[in-house]
Antibody
Framework: EVQLVQSGAEVKKTGESLKISCKGS????????IGWVRQMPGKGLEWMGT????????RYSPSFQGQVTISADKSISTAYLQWSSLKASDSGMYYC????????????WGQGTLVTVST | QSVLTQPPSASGTPGQRVPISCSGS????????VNWYQQLPGTAPKLLIY???QRPSGVPDRFSGSNSGTSASLAISGLQSEDEADYYC???????????FGGGTKLTVL
């Protein structure tokens, strides 16, 4: 069974950096796309980007290109989402997602990491 | 404003069949497959339908997907109280080079 276990909730201040994680298990980590989807409070879903751990091919949504960095360490089956300087508008729930086929639909979802950024 | 358009709400009584529509354009639904996600209250979304009409293992056959031209539809038959959730459609958009989602439809079981 595919499992995606994300790191815990974070409370940060504007301007701070942050890296959240997602550990995959139950499948061959290097061979599936793994990505991130944002959901702001009370709002819908937004795809941020995805990475293929096998060769580090990374694709970003134009909305998030340059705003975040997606990476993966296949030796520990873990993907990351990173900010260098948080803004209050980065507050939201971030879901890790796994794609066994196309990188653009999401078979499995992590439990979510709530990020709260205050001024 | 979402690229894919869904009705904000839908409702039905137990046992009924409820359709949820998703309208797009030639650059998304018109040229790529549609996927549907279900988000139960307070939980992470779950893949419900992929590639227009395929159900992942474990999804009841009460859920079905279809599309025609630049629109897609999710149908839930034999409605049950546990189907009360938010439903999202999504597709790749060739013009935007982005995965686009609908704004979501909140389904209420009366």
């Amino acid at each position: 069974e595919v499992q995606l276990v994300q790191s815990g909730a974070e409370v940060k201040k504007t301007g701070e950096s942050l890296k959240i994680s997602c550990k995959g298990s139950g499948y061959r980590f290097s061979s599936n796309w793994i990505g991130w989807v944002r959901q702001m409070p009370g709002k819908g879903l937004e795809w941020m980007g995805t990475i293929y751990p096998g060769d580090s091919d990374t694709r970003y949504s134009p909305s998030f290109q340059g705003q975040v960095t997606i990476s993966a360490d296949k030796s520990i089956s873990t993907a990351y989402l990173q900010w260098s300087s948080l803004k209050a508008s980065d507050s939201g729930m971030y879901y890790c997602v796994n794609s066994g086929g196309s990188p653009y639909y999401f078979d499995s979802w992590g439990q979510g990491t709530l990020v709260t950024v205050s001024t | 404003q979402s690229v894919l358009t869904q009705p904000p709400s839908a409702s039905g009584t137990p046992g009924q069949r409820v359709p949820i529509s998703c309208s797009g354009s030639s650059s998304n639904i018109g040229s790529n497959t549609v996927n549907w996600y279900q988000q139960l209250p307070g939980t992470a979304p779950k893949l419900l339908i992929y590639s227009n009409n395929q159900r992942p293992s474990g999804v009841p056959d009460r859920f079905s997907g279809s599309n025609s031209g630049t629109s897609a539809s999710l149908a839930i038959s034999g409605l049950q109280s546990e189907d009360e959730a938010d439903y999202y459609c999504a597709a790749w958009d060739d013009s935007l080079s982005d995965v686009v989602f609908g704004g979501g439809t909140k389904l209420t079981v009366l």
